[in-house]
């Protein structure tokens, strides 16, 4: 992920925060972002998963 994309995601991230614990910071759900994967594991993860790119609603 670009340097770009990682301060643009912080800068707006931090206004969608509900909680945090020991090992995860929780955000509301309304940033959307393409990500390429392998397939899903049997538990429903992704395998593999890289970003691609956010998307962005015009």
């Not at 929780?26 to 429903?44: D, E, F, H, L, P």
Request: aromatic letters at 12%; a positive charge.
């Amino acid at each position: 992920m670009p340097n770009t994309h990682k301060q643009a995601f912080y800068g707006v991230a931090k206004s969608l925060v509900t909680g945090e614990d020991h090992d995860f910071v929780y955000v509301q759900s309304q940033i959307k972002a393409r990500v390429k994967m392998r397939n899903w594991t049997r538990s429903g993860m992704l395998r593999s998963p890289v970003f691609v790119d956010f998307i962005l609603a015009a």
